[in-house]
């Protein structure tokens, strides 16, 4: 690390993150930048432009779990003005996986733009391509496919020992442990010993704005291709791979995003829509429909998860053993990165000084799964804090007492060897949220004819980036201030609806005192912006929020010595002006002055990568009533309690926390795309994948707990996937203690509920 870089690493001092401190924009509630546009209609989406010339692309879906074509009559089709038809018969023959973001990461290789082997009902099989999307629609129905079909692979427990492997390298599984400590000598020792299976779902991602991409041959041999995507070097990366292209060739633009929440992660549609424009010589779109998005795109991956706790008599944690199986669905993808993901996590929260995580993910013939808000966080800390409150009960301990003996202190190690957790505030959250949310007198069972009322809570952590991991966590940020005193921030962002570009612009805004208004921060486009790996991870604010600070510190810098240099008098920065001796500049006339006079431009690159990756932390309390006649759940009231480090902006972080508690709840009672023996999905559009709306909604409370985080901006710490990871087991466990029951298979469905009390 260069001396100035940590230099400007030691800037902020822990005392001096606490809060309290005047601030011209940050913890302000400042109005998005795009909020107008959007609810005016202004704001383009991808599907919304206008492309002359280009071909309106369609799948030709598998409508079969598992199948191969015998044969494929596109004759009619070809027969309409326009269409073109491509098959797998035509596309190349190279084998990538949608979740590898970076080269050398050696995730296991097992999909193609298209394919003659269907394994899961929504593959790939052809691209129908005409003047307009009517066409292609009608065209793609006029193909007719002769199919063997083949016998699916659906439960992803017995997949292992199913009796032919889906694909050709015949690997049925991918494992994943992580250990330390001794765990034989714990549980050998243990005066109690608890062991619970928890279940739970696959679930679409929902967002809005459904896939689409474009892609158009350019000059010189360039691809280049627009995307509403989350990390796009590594689009450019499996582009690049599938065109046979250097990356250098392969041009990689983040359009506006109608949402992702993880679901736009991976290279889906990308690699076909590119692969077609090279092919054709002509720009193709393609953009699909919600039924197409829920059947071939990607879903958080369902998880059955055992886990075993050995405790001592005075009920403190001695070591805990999982088992669990992820399912991959029908092709790798990122599924054993959500599996390491998940095992990361069991070191972050309760002190254990033993653990032995081990697990697999699977391939079955249902849709991939990859990322989805959390990655893998809410499906470990729904097995463990399901878990934790079942054993709590059957044992006679308090759920808020027994917690409070065995959770992480703030600079506790991870024994497993990953980061520090830096100033994890999990306990405070436990502790104020239990009293604002009048947790002791919640907590009791209310009974009154067939209704029951009771509350639950649960607790986690999340990561602030990758620091600390097999993975490097790098962003580059350039920021320039220009001669009007404006400012450009030139960064890799990618905005996902929930408000970084504004955030950025407050951090930069609050260093340099310059107005909200005068600062455009772009996003990413690989040809003219730095390298940044990526939206995930929840790095965003920790990371390239903090990198954004020390660059724009850099350039206030820069402008003060160039003009102390110029003027040959001190020279000070104060309130977006600067003091030259006894006169006052303008920014706008300083930066004038050193570029006409001094011959440099206000221009600094910064390359960032963070040394520590602490946790976040929040606690999640619901007041819940059963219907016993119908199962039906009531949410009548909800505290989320996190550990922010310092809010940037108060209404994003509280309007991440709502849109996380709506997912949480929807996995805790409503969501989940099941498949049928033969492999189809229960669900291929809302009317029968029931998500949490409005009217269904309880009254939310957030509390925040800001006490700072070294290394973030100005404290800051990461919020956006936590908001989501404790609310399902916060129900469940209310659920269960309301009924007395042990469910563990979520969602808490009606008629799952009715089965469990027939059960007592």
């Known amino acids: 690390m260069s001396a100035l870089k940590e230099k400007e690493r030691t800037i902020q001092r822990p005392e001096e993150l606490a809060p309290g401190r005047d601030f011209r924009y940050i913890g302000q509630r400042i109005p998005r930048a ?85 394994r899961h009902v929504g593959d790939r099989i052809a691209l129908v391509l005409a003047p307009d999307e009517r066409t292609a629609r009608i065209a793609r129905g006029r193909i007719v496919v002769d199919y063997e079909v083949l016998l699916p692979v659906v439960d992803p427990e017995g997949a292992r020992e199913a009796p032919e492997a889906l694909h050709e390298d015949g690997i049925r599984e991918f494992p994943g442990t992580i250990a330390f400590g001794d765990v034989e000598g714990a549980f050998a020792s243990a005066a109690h010993v608890e062991e619970d299976v928890i279940v739970t779902p696959r679930i679409h991602h929902a967002a809005m704005e459904p896939h689409a991409v474009f892609a158009a041959p350019r000059p010189e041999g360039v691809l280049e291709l627009h995307t509403p995507c989350q990390i796009l070097f590594g689009i450019q990366q499996t582009v690049a791979k599938v ?54 795109t990607r879903v958080r991956a369902a998880a059955v998860g055992r886990v075993s706790t050995a405790l001592d008599a005075d009920g403190k944690l001695l070591a805990r053993r999982f088992d669990v199986t992820v399912d991959a669905g029908a092709y790798l993808s990122g599924a054993r990165k959500v599996l390491m993901a998940m095992g990361k996590k069991t070191s972050r929260l309760y002190r254990i000084p033993a653990v032995e995580f081990a697990g697999r993910a699977v391939r079955t013939s249902t849709t991939p799964s990859g990322a989805c808000r959390g990655y893998g966080s809410p499906q470990i800390h729904a097995i463990t804090e399901i878990h934790t409150d079942l054993l709590c009960r059957r044992l006679g301990y308090d759920p808020v007492d027994f917690r409070l003996a065995n959770l992480v202190h703030p600079g506790d190690s991870d024994p497993s060897g990953a980061s520090d957790l830096g100033n994890a505030r999990i306990i405070e959250c436990l502790t104020r949220g239990a009293e604002r949310f009048g947790w002791d007198h919640r907590s009791k069972v209310l009974s009154w004819g ?18 600390g991991t097999i993975y490097h966590d790098v962003t580059e940020v350039s920021v320039r201030i220009m001669e009007d005193g404006s400012v450009v921030v030139r960064t890799s962002l990618h905005e996902l609806g929930n408000g970084t570009l504004t955030a950025v612009a407050q951090i930069v805004g609050e260093v340099l005192s310059v107005p909200l208004d005068r600062i455009v921060v772009t996003e990413g ?23 954004a600070r020390l660059c724009a510190e850099q350039a206030k810098e820069l402008l003060r010595s160039e003009a102390e240099k110029l003027w040959g008098c001190p020279t000070t920065y104060e309130n977006g002006e600067l003091l030259v001796g006894g006169r006052r500049l303008s920014l706008g006339e ?12 206000v221009d600094v690159h910064l390359t960032y990568s963070p040394d520590r990756n602490p946790g976040s932390y929040g606690v999640h309390f619901a007041d819940i009533t059963v219907d016993t006649c119908t199962g039906l759940v009531t949410v009548n009231d909800f505290l989320a309690v996190h550990d922010v480090g310092q809010a940037i902006n108060r209404n994003f972080v ?63 710490k990461s ?16 659920v269960n203690r309301a009924l007395g029951t042990e469910m563990t298979c979520l969602p808490l469905t009606p008629a799952r509920i009715v089965e469990a009390l027939a059960a007592l």
């Open 243 to 296: 065109l046979n292209l250097p990356f250098s060739k392969v041009r990689i633009i983040k359009v506006p995003m109608g949402g992702s929440f993880g679901g736009k992660q991976e290279a889906v549609f990308e690699p076909l829509c590119a692969w077609a424009a090279m092919t054709l010589h002509r720009p193709v779109l393609i953009v699909t429909n919600r039924e197409e998005s829920i059947a071939a």
């Open 525 to 547: 486009d690989t040809q003219f912006t730095g390298y940044d790996i990526g939206c995930q991870a929840s790095r965003v604010i920790y990371v390239c929020g903090e990198s």
């Open 590 to 601: 300083a930066v004038r002055a050193v570029e006409t006079k001094g011959g440099t431009s």
């Open 654 to 716: 509280e309007g991440q926390i709502y849109g996380g508690i709506q997912m949480g709840l929807g996995m805790a009672l409503t969501e989940e795309l099941a498949f049928d023996a033969k492999g189809r999905p229960s669900a291929r559009n809302f009317d029968k994948y029931h998500m949490f709306n409005a009217p269904e909604m309880p009254p939310i409370d957030v509390l925040l707990i800001e006490k700072g985080e070294p290394g973030g901006p100005y404290g800051a």
């Open 34 to 118: 795009d909020g107008p546009d959007k609810v005016t209609g202004r704001y383009d989406y991808l599907a919304d432009g206008r492309y002359d010339k280009a071909l309106v692309g369609v799948v030709l879906f598998s409508p079969h779990a598992h199948a191969k074509v015998r044969s494929i009559d596109c004759s009619r089709a070809l027969a309409m003005p326009g269409v073109r038809v491509l098959t797998w018969e035509d596309a190349p023959d190279v084998l990538y996986n949608s979740g590898e973001w970076f080269p050398g990461q050696n995730d296991h290789p097992d999909e193609r733009v298209l394919t003659g082997h269907a």
């Open 450 to 467: 067939r209704w029951r009322r009771s509350a639950g809570f649960a607790c986690c952590t999340h990561g602030n980036g990758y620091a």
């Open 719 to 734: 919020i956006g996937e936590i908001a989501t990871v404790p609310t399902a087991p916060a129900v469940v466990n209310a």
